[in-house]
């Protein structure tokens, strides 16, 4: 097995430096268990026993602190810990009271590197907050388990900005946390100051299983780095009634639906000679959520070669074969989706109603995602001022 390289998180940083950067001040930290250093310690904890600074006060994100809750649960606030994911919309953002006595937001997630995976999204609402409370913000920067040089999707249309689009930037955007938050500070005028302490070794070529740093799940559909390689395309069928294979232990990387025929569906999406990627007809039996009990018949992706691979345009073209395939039995989810009620979920997840209609209107996956092309160049674009790496 060939060497991986040395990298330091943000955390692994500020605790080599006895975390000096925030000495004496008092601190609330937006975190989970999956924040931890290189010696599998918790961020949350690691703060506590820092005689350095004074931790007044933790928030966790969706799934809550300790990451045990599913998508769309909310989780209660307990023990001090701030949810900011307590089941409504205004949950989402740090109050003013909530930030009172403080000096600074030390903000330190694991994020995924899709658009959709929330905690980018609980960062920028943690750095609106802090700006118009006029606290400093740190961000414990980590690296992007994709790699920083692949971009991919579309971006956002107005009047689609919600929990899982909250700014126009590319579905797979190949950012940092501390590469975001500069980014969505500078776009959006905030006043607040931001600090981002950063990685040391990582290198923007570089997937996460090739880097020295543990894996731990940020969330309980994101086991592996291989779901998370697939998900940016496969989170898509959260927006339809077809199962992206939660309640399964492989989740995003199974799918499919009660009737259909694996073999037929595998058959024509390997047909579609994707880059990147075979189609394994399978079924399977869904423990919860979606078909819950219910046999399904699907695919599993597996990933040949991650570099050719094209996460987003695998997921439309997925969608677009398992729609053809399911027929009538086929619908999009209709249920009010991260707080939002009248716009389709679906949507919501592209970032404007122009693929849904398009696949309505019979057009090819390959086909669609050539409108994607001038917004990913911009984006690149865009992007490129920001770069810490």
């Not at 975390?19 to 310690?41: C, K, M, N, S, Y």
């Not at 046999?295 to 991650?306: A, K």
Request: a negative charge; proline letters at 6%.
């Amino acid at each position: 097995m060939p060497a991986r390289q040395s990298v330091y998180t943000g955390l692994d940083v500020l605790c080599q430096q006895q975390f000096e950067p925030l000495r004496g001040l008092r601190l609330g930290l937006v975190t989970h268990d999956a924040a931890i250093d290189r010696q599998f310690r918790r961020a949350a904890t690691l703060f506590r026993h820092s005689p350095a600074v004074q931790l007044v006060r933790l928030f966790g994100p969706e799934h809550g602190l300790t990451g045990h809750a599913q998508d769309l649960e909310g989780v209660g606030a307990s023990d001090n810990v701030v949810s900011l994911y307590d089941g409504t919309a205004e949950s989402l953002r740090p109050t003013a009271e909530q930030l009172q006595g403080l000096d600074a937001l030390v903000i330190d997630l694991v994020d995924i590197g899709s658009r959709y995976y929330t905690f980018q999204a609980t960062m920028l609402y943690c750095l609106e907050a802090a700006s118009r409370a006029g606290l400093l913000t740190v961000i414990l920067d980590r690296p992007n388990p994709l790699g920083g040089e692949s971009v991919e999707g579309p971006t956002i249309q107005p009047g689609y900005e919600s929990f899982v689009s909250v700014q126009p930037i590319a579905t797979r955007h190949g950012l940092t946390m501390g590469e975001l938050a500069t980014l969505y500070r500078a776009t959006l005028g905030l006043s607040g100051e931001l600090r981002v302490i950063r990685c040391q070794g990582w290198q923007r070529n570089l997937y996460f299983d090739e880097t020295d740093l543990p894996w731990v799940l940020p969330s309980p559909n994101m086991p592996t780095l291989d779901t998370a390689i697939v998900y940016p395309g496969q989170c898509l069928l959260e927006g339809t009634n077809l199962s992206e294979g939660r309640g399964t232990t492989r989740p995003f990387e199974i799918c499919g639906a009660p009737g259909l025929d694996a073999d037929a569906v595998a058959a024509q999406l390997q047909a579609e000679s994707l880059p990147g990627v075979v189609f394994r007809p399978c079924t399977f039996r869904p423990t919860f959520q979606k078909h819950t009990g219910s046999v399904c018949g699907g695919v599993q992706l597996h990933v040949t070669d991650r570099l050719a691979f094209q996460p987003v345009r695998t997921g439309l073209t997925v969608l677009a074969v398992l729609r053809r395939v399911a027929g009538e039995a086929f619908r999009w989810r209709t249920d009010p989706y991260e707080f939002i009620s009248h716009i389709p979920a679906i949507d919501l997840l592209f970032g404007s109603s122009r693929e849904r209609l398009a696949l309505e209107a019979g057009l090819s996956a390959k086909e669609i995602a050539r409108s994607w092309e001038a917004e990913e160049e911009a984006f690149c674009q865009l992007r490129r001022a920001f770069l810490l790496y």
